[in-house]
């Protein structure tokens, strides 16, 4: 598990509140797993805090969906580094809020700057988990595909390094129930080959 105190932390920009990174080994990871941010309530409307981001190490809940597809492509849980694009909580669920990517915006150079730190190489590729998170991350000229035309291969795969603000290979990996990869074999396939190289 990603330890807050060792000496790679502390190069990290981070808040009191705020979930930290998770990642057994950042050493040894195949790709990099992107949320929206963390912000969560439960049935009562409260805010729900995390100490790792998507409660792992905790609760797999919020994860779930999206380590299944990992699963199912070769990636278990330790051979990831897991992170948001936003790390600070905000007063309304990503869905609900309309100024998300005006926020995002100020925290792509923070991204950018810890993924590289991870890994110099630019090479190891991050899973986005959300539609918006991805047309966000694309560069302003680019296509946005729909995640339907990404899943039925009707563009490159992975997203390449300069067609996004993150600068490395980007793959949606959406974490909604009408993409799980069961229903998506040829895409599923195709990441299996693709990730067998990092």
């Known amino acids: 598990m990603f330890n807050p105190r060792s000496p790679f932390a502390k ?10 990174p998770f990642c057994f080994n950042p050493t040894k990871i195949k790709a990099f797993v992107l949320g929206c941010d963390p912000t969560a309530f439960d049935k009562n409307g409260n805010l729900l805090e995390f100490d790792y981001v998507f409660d792992l190490g ?34 309304k669920e990503t869905a609900k809020n309309k100024q998300w990517e005006a926020t995002a915006e100020r925290y792509v150079f923070e991204r950018k700057t810890e993924f590289d730190q991870v890994d110099p190489t630019h090479e190891i590729p991050v899973f986005l988990t959300a539609e918006r998170l991805c047309h966000f991350l694309l560069n302003d000229d680019e296509r946005k595909w729909k995640a339907s035309e990404f899943y039925a291969l009707k563009t490159e795969i992975p997203i390449p390094p300069e067609a ?22 040829d895409y599923s396939s195709l990441l299996r080959e693709k990730i067998k190289k990092y």
């Open 11 to 20: 190069t990290l920009k981070t808040m009191e509140k705020q979930p930290q």
């Open 58 to 91: 905790k609760d797999q809940r919020y994860f779930s969906s999206i380590l299944k597809n990992l699963n199912l492509i070769g990636i278990s849980l330790k051979d990831i580094y897991v992170q948001n694009l936003v790390t600070d909580y905000q007063n």
């Open 164 to 185: 996004n603000k993150l600068g490395r290979p980007l793959i949606p990996l959406y974490r909604h129930y009408r993409y799980d990869l069961l229903k998506w074999p």
